[in-house]
């Protein structure tokens, strides 16, 4: 657990990087309880004790729990994801649909017989908006 002294990010989300960072990644996406020799053999580490080091450091964090069958994500640092099994959904996913079949109903449905400036600017508004949301579900992706 975080020392009581500890304030900022490190209380509300532990500052993860490198392959500690990998390992709890692969264990985010993995859809069962994973073993140390799982994550040495998935991830390429030289030794079962240098996976046991970095799974003891999430636990620490109290990111991770043990269960009979191995480790298990217990706390969830990612944010706007929606997890279905071990797919990772960007909440953007849905912005951005929403955004495309409204450009998708302006362009077949109510598309005028002369082209105006208020159309013209709905559209750049809504293409500018899916823009945006795929380029943040994108960001959101690699983040994982």
């Known amino acids: 657990m975080p020392d009581?002294?500890?304030?900022?990010?490190?209380?509300g989300r532990p500052d993860l990087g490198g392959t500690t960072l990998k390992v709890y990644r692969y264990m985010y996406k993995s859809a069962n309880a994973v073993r140390i020799n799982d994550i040495q053999r998935a991830l390429g580490l030289s030794s079962p004790s240098?996976?046991?080091?970095h799974v003891r450091k999430l636990l620490d964090?109290?990111?991770i729990r043990e269960e009979r069958d191995?480790?298990?994500?217990?706390?969830?640092?990612y944010s706007n994801?929606?997890?279905?099994?071990?797919t990772s959904i960007p909440?953007?996913?849905?912005?951005?649909s929403f955004f495309i079949a409204s450009?998708?109903?302006m362009l077949t449905l109510f598309r005028p017989a002369a082209i105006g400036s208020a159309y013209f600017f709905a559209l750049l508004?809504?293409?500018?908006?899916?823009?945006?949301?795929?380029?943040?579900g994108i960001k959101t992706l690699r983040s994982i």
């Not at 240098?50 to 080091?53: E, S």
């Not at 994801?81 to 071990?86: A, E, G, K, T």
């Open 4 to 11: 009581p002294g500890q304030t900022g990010s490190e209380v």
């Open 50 to 53: 240098v996976a046991q080091y």
């Open 61 to 63: 964090f109290g990111l």
């Open 70 to 77: 191995g480790y298990v994500i217990d706390r969830v640092i």
């Open 81 to 86: 994801v929606v997890r279905i099994r071990r």
């Open 91 to 96: 909440i953007q996913a849905a912005y951005a």
């Open 103 to 105: 450009l998708v109903v």
């Open 125 to 136: 508004v809504i293409a500018l908006g899916a823009l945006i949301s795929v380029y943040e």
